[in-house]
Nanobody, 115 residues
């Protein structure tokens, strides 16, 4: 049973930073892709950033230059460094991992950007 557990969310002021972590357990396979999605109240879940096992990254335009996704393949762990946070970044952030046709989700961690 694969489980993804996120940590690192919280309340931060505009312009501040956070680092999210997601550790996978129960899998002996290295995921093809790991990354982050987010869902704000009243909005659909959207891709934030992903990184493949080979190192290719993909970001939603609104976070380019501010967020950085990284991963440790051997540990099946993915991180998201969030800098220059804005109120519109407020959302529940979900860890995502994929291998072949299987997709896994974490339960989410809340990020709130407010003064």
């Amino acid at each position: 049973q694969v489980q993804l557990v996120e940590s690192g969310g919280g309340l931060v002021q505009p312009g501040g930073s956070l680092r999210l972590s997601c550790a996978a357990s129960g899998s002996v396979l290295i995921f093809d892709t790991m990354g982050w999605f987010r869902q704000a109240p009243g909005k659909e879940r959207e891709l934030v950033a992903t990184k493949t096992r080979g190192g290719s990254t993909n970001y939603v335009d609104s976070v380019k230059g501010r967020f950085t996704v990284s991963r440790e393949n051997a540990k099946n762990t993915v991180y998201l460094q969030l800098n220059s946070l804005k109120p519109e970044d407020t959302a529940v952030y979900y860890c995502n991992a994929g291998y072949a046709r299987s997709v896994y989700w974490g339960k989410g961690t809340q990020v709130t950007v407010s003064s």
